[in-house]
């Protein structure tokens, strides 16, 4: 999409809370990647329309995705979200603590394979947002599917890479290739996964929707 038509939907987006905003003048001037404004609106529908009470979050940073869910969920809602990046830690808590949600959001620090292996499905997630290290996605998600609840809905960001998912990976940077490599493997094992019905959207730098599918509708399709 072009400058100009980005420019133009965006004209059109509700205003945020000031303190997000404040937020996001952070993550520019201290160049800390954030959710972008497109997956912003698509985030804010997703969330009330879903209205989960239950959410995990694979990758926190400066704790802007998850205060931006807190903003939409419903009453009741609990946000756990996980990083392991030792200074962007205690930046996270203080904006937490600053919006007045740490009632509502609960940051779990490590590993996320170590910590989502620890966690106990108890009902399961009604949304899980993958954005965390993207040649790790592969890696979490069969944790992700055993906490998903049955109804569940999973979102991975940042799944095309600026475009250079549809390149060779001999067109890629040799630094790249690993990730190019596992973030195919990801997106094929989402969309070829019994359980998850997927679709990738070119919005931002990418996402895909993943809703985990009801059981009855697996067995009518095994038994048809």
């Known amino acids: 999409m072009d400058e100009r038509m980005e420019t133009f939907i965006h004209s059109f987006d509700s205003a ?47 704790g802007f995705s998850a205060l931006l869910m807190s903003e939409y969920a419903p009453a009741g809602c609990r946000i756990t979200t996980i990083e392991k990046y030792e200074k962007r830690i205690p930046v996270a808590r203080e904006n937490f603590a600053r919006a007045g949600k740490n009632d509502r959001i609960t940051l779990l620090e490590g590993d996320a394979a170590q910590v989502l292996a620890g966690l106990s499905e108890d009902g399961g997630y009604d949304l899980i947002f993958m954005d965390a290290a993207k040649g790790q996605y592969i890696h979490f998600l069969p944790e992700v599917l055993r906490l998903l609840a049955s109804d569940g809905l999973l979102i991975s960001d940042n799944i095309l890479q600026e475009g250079e998912i549809v390149e060779s990976k001999y067109a890629v940077t040799r630094r790249n290739r690993t990730i ?45």
């Not at 003048?25 to 959710?35: M, R």
């Open 16 to 62: 945020k809370p000031e303190y997000l905003c404040e937020l996001e003048s952070y993550s520019k001037e201290t160049n800390v990647p954030i959710i972008r404004p497109q997956m912003q609106s698509l985030l804010r529908v997703l969330i009330t329309w879903r209205r989960p009470m239950r959410i995990l979050e694979v990758g926190t940073a400066i």
């Open 180 to 224: 190019h490599n596992r973030m195919r493997e990801y997106l094929y094992a989402l969309t070829h996964c019994e359980e998850l019905e997927t679709t990738i959207l070119p919005i931002a730098d990418g996402v895909a929707l993943s809703a985990k599918r009801d059981a009855r509708c697996l067995a009518q399709t095994h038994n048809p």
